[in-house]
């Protein structure tokens, strides 16, 4: 056991403290030797401090701190002094001041480490993954997941203060198809049974509206096993809430609530309420998409109804068979070379695209290799409708609206990247609102939910729900950020006939619902609440916030793309008697 005993942080020393005795520990930044004088940074989570062993002073510390190295931890003991002029460090907090040693204890020392424990560095994500423990202790993710804690307090802070009850609800439940494979946990106890990992704590929470709870939240973990990318892990965090007695607005404006508190106590600036908001047939018909970038402009446009005029076969052939054209202005793109072109090209087939036709508009107006197609007069209702201007370019993708809708969405993101359209700093909150409840699968040849099963309808909507199911409207709503989904929610569906109506529609008979879903479905039966939430994904926030764009830079322990982790090296065979007790063998 050390006889020093800590009084401050590496970060917390200023010229106020110039002449106090202090305890510091904490990790070697970095080692000096000026011709027997030695100076280190000594870091620890809160910052770094210069501290001086001095042979003149003290010749015993100093003799040890020759031994020093990056990476060790060590305790020193010694008088605060101001820095000499000149040396003042303004990048360091600590930076007028340093610490002049006649103590130190080496607790631990350290191999060399496999990269720096510097900043900005360029080294490779699976082999800081490897060792996260050192990753971790460079400034820049300590600053990360403290902002990222600083967001979580304030969550609860906001919560609680609105009659919100934190409830834990099960890690090891049910399989119900919610979108995503499930993670499975065999039972030991019950062979040949199995637990899923929740993909969300969407039954539990409805269930604990009937219970009464009035009001729900849970800062909650959540497994998908699905294909990973950088705003996607197997196992996420997300900030879960349930009122009840509550209509849409009861919880945008809640929500809205904590994101001002958010952006006021972590973020240290104000945001504008109330966000506006988007219909979803809107958003899919200008943006390509429900989760549209509004930092910039560049709309997609639908032409069809002009270019059906024409004599362009690829155009006439789409439109006669049920397909669309539509197009954006890329503004001020004119100069693109054919090159250029070619590369959207390319870009928007991996989206289905079979092509991208493109106009250039100059003085005289529309010029491309498919202009002689084109009577002048479409030439000019194009140009008119697409608010063209010399030097722009007009991009065309002709297909079903499904693709349409994806290449025209990803091309247009692409486009304000590249063109440098979007202002990197600008938060931009939008609702989309008015989903459909229903979607039909082609693949499937069935209807699917848009959100979940358990979205309600409109009321006014209701008796339309077997005739015309795709008109039906959901009370549904998600939040976006600057082009990222942060969230959806809706009103649930709080009536047992309505819940069996809908999963009739999506090919669930009544056994089979009541196989997935029984004890929600009893549940109902008992005098069950009108009630609504939302979840909001806490990884993608803080990501955002920070300007991050992998939400890996602000988990602690994320895995790679190929759901590992390199530092613990799981998921890894399991011992032949954990199997045998499990009652289960592995292909």
């Not at 605060?80 to 130190?104: F, H, K, M, S, Y």
């Not at 490779?124 to 460079?138: A, G, N, V």
């Not at 609860?156 to 409830?167: K, L």
């Not at 491309?368 to 722009?392: R, Y």
Request: charged residues 25%.
């Amino acid at each position: 056991m050390s006889k020093l005993k800590r009084t401050c942080t590496c970060g917390q020393l200023r010229l106020k403290e110039v002449d106090s005795t202090v305890v510091l520990m904490g990790w070697v930044d970095s080692v000096r030797d000026h011709g027997g004088v030695i100076f280190i940074d000594l870091r620890d989570r809160e910052g770094i401090t210069q501290v001086v062993f001095n042979p003149d002073t003290a010749n015993k510390s100093c003799e040890l701190a020759h031994q020093l190295r990056s990476e060790y931890v060590i305790a020193i003991k010694g008088k605060v002094a101001a820095r000499p002029a000149g040396t003042v460090n303004p990048d360091l907090a600590t930076g007028e001041i340093e610490v002049l040693a006649d103590e130190l204890e080496i607790f631990n020392k350290s191999e060399t480490p496999p990269f720096e424990i510097i900043d900005n560095s360029n080294v490779s994500l699976e082999l800081r993954l490897k060792y996260r423990y050192l990753d971790l202790r460079r400034s820049e993710m300590q600053t990360h997941l403290i902002f990222r804690h600083k967001v979580c307090q304030t969550i609860r802070e906001y919560f609680n203060t609105r009659g919100f009850i934190d409830i834990e609800t099960p890690v090891l439940t049910k399989s119900t198809p919610e979108g995503a494979r499930d993670y499975l946990v065999p039972s030991r106890v019950n062979h040949g049974k199995v637990y899923a990992l929740p993909q969300s704590p969407q039954l539990f929470k409805q269930v604990l509206m009937v219970s009464g709870f009035d009001r729900y939240f849970q800062i909650v973990r959540c497994f998908r096993d699905e294909d990973l990318r950088a705003q996607r892990q197997p196992e996420f965090t997300q900030i879960d809430m349930e009122m009840s007695f509550v209509d849409e607005e009861d919880i945008i404006q809640v929500i809205e609530g904590l994101i001002a508190a958010i952006f006021e106590k972590v973020v240290g600036k104000p945001v504008n309420l109330p966000f506006p908001r988007l219909l979803y047939q809107e958003s899919m018909a200008s943006y390509g998409c429900d989760a549209p970038d509004l930092r910039f402009g560049m709309r997609i446009q639908d032409v069809s109804h002009i270019v059906k005029e024409s004599n362009f076969k690829v155009f006439l052939e789409t439109i006669n068979s049920g397909g669309q054209v539509r197009a954006i202005n890329a503004a001020g793109c004119g100069h693109y070379s054919r090159k250029d072109i070619d590369e959207l090209t390319e870009f928007v087939s991996q989206f289905g695209a079979r092509g991208l036709a493109w106009f250039k508009v100059e003085e005289t107006g529309l010029v491309s290799s498919i202009t002689k197609f084109f009577p002048p007069e479409i030439l000019q209702k194009i140009q008119q409708h697409m608010n063209a201007k010399a030097g722009d370019l007009l991009l065309f993708v002709a297909d079903k609206e499904k693709v349409v809708s994806q290449s025209l969405a990803h091309l247009r993101t692409h486009l304000g990247h590249k063109n440098n359209l979007i202002n990197a700093e600008e938060f931009n909150f939008v609702w989309i609102v008015d989903f459909p409840l229903f979607e039909y699968n082609e693949d499937a040849k069935r209807y699917v939910a848009l959100h979940h099963p358990f979205t309600s309808p409109r009321s006014e909507d209701i008796p339309f729900l077997e005739e015309k199911p795709l008109e039906v409207r959901a009370r549904a709503y998600d939040l976006v950020l600057n082009g990222v989904e942060l969230g959806g929610g809706s009103i649930r569906i709080h009536s047992p006939e309505i819940q069996k109506r809908v999963f009739r529609l999506l090919g669930i008979n009544d056994n089979d619902a009541y196989q997935k879903f029984g004890f929600l479905l009893d549940a109902l039966k008992f005098g069950a609440p009108p009630h609504g939430g939302i979840a909001l994904g806490i990884d993608r926030m803080i990501a955002l916030l920070l300007h991050l764009d992998d939400i890996r830079e602000v988990i602690a322990f994320p895995k790679t793309q190929k759901a590992t982790c390199p530092m613990t090296e799981a998921p890894s065979e399991a011992d032949p008697q954990q199997l045998k007790e499990l009652g289960i063998s592995l292909a």
